[in-house]
């Protein structure tokens, strides 16, 4: 009579990596996500509170809502006026039509506050180099 085996132990055998044919390990593949950033933000706000996982995997897929869901405006939009590339006015329209009233009057001038500063940059890294 063969020996009973656990559902943990069912569970685990299931999850065995096969190695390849060449004998070499295959590296993981690295799972994208905002947690880094959101953490970040979190510490700059209140630095003495922490964050769960699970809490950290709604943050994350709240994050990537929004982001598609602003790219995905800004896709119709340029699409409308018959446009090939989004551009930081499509975007700031997409956002000004996605987010409600104060969050995207925030938005929109943390936005031109940043490109205001991105721009300086360039010129300031196009006068070093001529």
């Known amino acids: ?3 009973k085996v656990s559902a943990k132990g069912a569970k685990k055998a ?3 990596v096969t190695k390849p044919k060449d004998g070499k390990k295959r590296k993981a593949h690295r799972k994208e996500s905002y947690s880094v950033y959101i953490y970040r933000v979190l510490k700059q706000v209140h630095p003495d509170t922490g964050v769960s996982s699970k809490a950290m995997s709604i943050m994350n897929s709240f994050v990537n809502d929004v982001f598609e869901r602003i790219a995905a405006e800004a896709s119709r939009l340029a ?3 018959k446009r ?3 551009s930081s006015r499509e975007i700031q329209t997409a956002v000004r039509l996605i987010l409600p009233g104060e969050l995207a009057k925030h938005a929109t001038f943390s936005m031109s506050k940043l490109r205001y500063e991105f721009d300086e940059k360039i010129v300031q ?3 070093v180099t001529c």
Do not use: G, R, V
């Open 79 to 81: 699409h409308y006026n």
């Open 14 to 16: 299931a999850k065995t």
């Open 125 to 127: 890294l196009s006068i």
């Open 84 to 86: 090939s590339t989004i």
């Open 1 to 3: 009579m063969p020996p």
